[in-house]
């Protein structure tokens, strides 16, 4: 029999669909991370709120194979990691190159959490109100960033120093390559941790559309993807292009992270801020148990030596997210993920697709 798990309060529907919606997917993506595991013999770091679960549903994997493979959760958002370089130009390129339009001050709260009274004390109110549209006004966004560079150093020193301490403590320091996992896509976080460590990293990803070893300012950031690799986004792979399906419930039971801070009153321990909640922040006790029924599945699988290969799981994935009826009602109101980044707020997957 397989080893017992803590099951708690179960929905036997939620758990259900968990198992089969996101737990052949977990088994294989845990399998494929942990034979890279076993070459490389480093600690695997997985990023993101998305890497709450899969590193979770890894350690599971590797405790049923038998095997041994050190992780740990890491907290990083690509917001906060454009914050933590604001005052770094090397870091521009992968900032500025998204989608945007709107005013600088809104630019400047939304993708790089800077909070109002910071803004009103570093810029004018001329600044602040002038329109931007990114990526054709990059140039103008990052004269206006290093016009002001000695006061946005000021103004990110503490966080920068907390989160490098963070980043130390969990041993992210350590070694001469540092190995990264996130679902996916483009390895922007990767390439930012690459900028802020200054050492060669390696991104091990559910999908990868920039696969290969990249340059990163003297450093490397080699990219991999286990399921498939060097697709785009609206290429037409489903997966990819439906993929914020996955996104919504990968999620840590926090908000997005936003900042870091030494604690005052305790030494060598830090405090966390996260941004406003989603629905599945808000009802996480539902979402575990879908992704209680998902890990669950990867349990089981690994005690049996059962395996998925990526044709099935891109088959299974790519049902639930095309036809309608197949994602239960009772767990509709968990697909709503923010966007803040590009400034779109709260988004309904199931809705932005059609499916309800």
Known sequence: ????????????????????????????????????????????????????????????????????????????????????????????????????????????????????????????????????????????????????????????EPTKTAYLKYLNSIGATKGLVLHLVDVGYSGTIQKLMTLLLEKDTVGHYLISSKPGVHQVKGNTATMKGCLQEGVKLRDGYIPLDRSMFLEALMTAPNGQFQDIRMNELIENKFDFYYGRQVNAQKYFHELEQVMNGAIEHVNHCAYHGIAYSGAEVETIYSHYVTYRNMIPRSSHHLFAIDDDVAGNGTVDSLQFFGLK
């Open 1 to 156: 029999m397989d080893p017992v798990l803590d099951k708690g309060f179960r929905s036997p529907q939620l758990a259900a669909f968990g198992t089969t919606f996101l737990g052949p997917l977990l088994n294989f993506f845990a399998g494929e991370l942990l034979q890279d595991a076993e070459k490389h013999k480093q600690k695997l770091f997985f990023l993101a709120r998305e890497g709450y679960w899969l590193e979770k549903a890894y350690q599971t994997h590797v405790q049923g194979s038998e095997k041994h493979s050190e992780s740990e959760y890491l907290l990083a958002s690509r917001a906060f990691m454009f914050k933590v370089m604001l005052d770094d130009p090397r870091s521009y390129p992968y900032s500025l190159k998204n989608e945007f339009n709107g005013t600088f001050y809104e630019l400047l709260r939304s993708r790089f959490l800077i909070s109002n009274s910071s803004i009103q004390q570093i810029f004018g109110l001329e600044t602040q109100q002038t329109t931007i549209s990114l990526p054709k006004d990059l140039n103008k966004v990052r004269k206006v960033l290093l016009s002001n560079q000695k006061a946005l150093t000021d103004l990110i």
